[in-house]
């Protein structure tokens, strides 16, 4: 029998109706044997409400009130959760992040998880409760209690599944798994039954937003099989978790990502002397402005030019930066385009197999697609594209990497 950690998300516990089927759910994981620790978010639109209440109060409210604040939503999902299970004649328990002891550190609104002591849910869960945890939140040494970040039951949970060396940790959401790429964009996108850790970063920071990002560096740190799947289908979702290096048939491309949140700055005419790249980046970076893709140009009669990308949030205050640092430089102009897309192939496969890169800009090339940038790491393609050509460009390549035929079962 498994020691399961189950994560549910606000909208699986939006209503007093759903938390009963969340209830309905975990005491027949229990009938079957399994001991499960459930970690729960509020209740959906709840964490924002409460925002909402604290803005009404003051523009910037202190971090540590804010955080005492938004905890308490999950307060109230544990305590209705551990209702449900009991009725259910389901011995529960209910905890806060702090009488489990998840130690973090001071950071109010952003806390990093340093230690979780165990021991308590162990006695429950010898007891054969199920223990129920309120997600997002812990508390520092001097027993303030603080939240995680936005998304941050995720990585409660992965935390909990890491410290109890759970068999895995389940993240039940309002999608079925990970997906080759967003169905609304290709109808013939497939739920992916397995991924590895690094293609899930990639895909999660292009902007597949199924999982907390610092939820699945964390699994991958700890090596905890993570499986998102379904609060309201049934199926095996999916399951993220090391490479399979015994798997017959490993897909060169997995999945493909996309993102329009991005804008693109040039500066043309730069001098081509030591030190210019830093003249350009460090004030971009001093005014708090993170860059993506960087692409410098080879040099001509000593002139050279930087194109890099930001989030399109920044755009407007990073061309004025560059304006700024242009007419320092002696730079000859600064264009910018707000209207890119950045469309990625992520696989493991890549490492082993030569070629897709050729595949790919010859896929976009049939489609008459301009590629504007590209910058690859081992597992990941990524290039910029007019964001006209976005969904078009995304079809095309989910097609030429077969993502929309069925994989190759691992077990055949
Ligand atoms: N309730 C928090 C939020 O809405 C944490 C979570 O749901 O994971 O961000
Ligand atoms: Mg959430």
């Known amino acids: 029998m498994a020691l399961l950690v189950q994560k549910y998300g606000g909208t699986s516990v939006g209503t007093t109706e759903r938390i009963e089927a969340v209830a309905d759910k975990v005491s027949r994981f229990r009938k079957d044997g399994h001991s499960v620790v459930v970690v729960v978010s509020a209740m959906s639109g709840e964490t924002n409400r409460l925002i909402g209440l604290a ?56 806390a990093r998880i340093k230690q979780i002591d165990e021991q308590r849910m162990r006695e429950d869960l010898d007891a054969g409760r199920v223990v129920v945890v309120a997600g997002f939140q812990g508390m520092d040494d ?25 068999d895995e940790c389940q993240i039940y959401t309002d999608v079925d798994g990970v997906y080759t790429t967003d169905p609304r964009v290709v109808d013939t996108a497939r739920r992916l039954d397995r991924i590895t850790f690094e293609e899930m970063l990639e895909m999660a920071s292009l902007g597949s937003k ?38 017959m048939e490993q897909p060169v491309v997995s999945g493909i990502a996309f993102n329009r949140d991005e804008a693109k700055l040039t500066i043309a005419g730069v001098p081509d002397t030591p030190g210019s790249a830093l003249r350009i980046l460090k004030p971009v970076s001093d005014a708090n402005i993170e860059v993506d893709m960087i692409v410098q140009n080879v040099g001509e009669d000593n002139r050279t030019a930087f194109t890099f990308t930001v989030h399109r949030n920044d755009f407007k205050r990073a061309k004025e930066v560059l304006q700024r640092v242009a007419d320092e430089l002696g730079a000859r102009e600064v264009a910018g385009d707000g209207k890119i897309a950045k469309v990625s192939i992520v696989g493991v496969g890549m490492r082993s197999h030569a070629g897709v ?31 006209k050509y976005l969904e078009l460009a ?19």
């Open 210 to 247: 199924v999982l907390q990002i610092r939820a699945v560096e964390f699994a991958g740190k700890y090596n905890v099989p993570l499986r998102v799947l379904s609060s309201f289908q049934e199926g095996g979702g999916t399951l993220i978790t090391l490479e399979d290096e015994n798997a």
């Open 142 to 166: 001097n027993g303030n209690i603080t939240t995680l970040g936005r998304g941050g039951s995720d990585t409660t949970a992965v935390a909990l599944a890491a410290a109890l060396k759970a």
């Open 357 to 387: 890169a050729t595949q790919m800009f010859e896929s976009l090339s049939n489609e008459g697609i301009n590629i504007q940038m590209i910058s690859t790491s081992e597992i990941k393609i990524s290039v910029v594209i007019d964001e």
């Open 55 to 110: 803005s009404d109060i003051m523009e910037e409210p202190t971090p540590r009130e804010m955080d005492v604040l938004v905890s308490t939503g999950e307060q109230v999902t544990i305590a209705l959760l551990s209702m449900a299970l009991q009725k259910r004649g389901c011995d529960a328990r209910s905890y806060t992040g702090s009488q489990v002891r998840i130690l973090t550190d001071s950071s109010h609104t952003k």
């Open 394 to 412: 995304v079809r095309a390549l989910h097609s030429t990497f077969e993502l929309d035929k069925a994989a190759v079962s691992e077990e055949a």
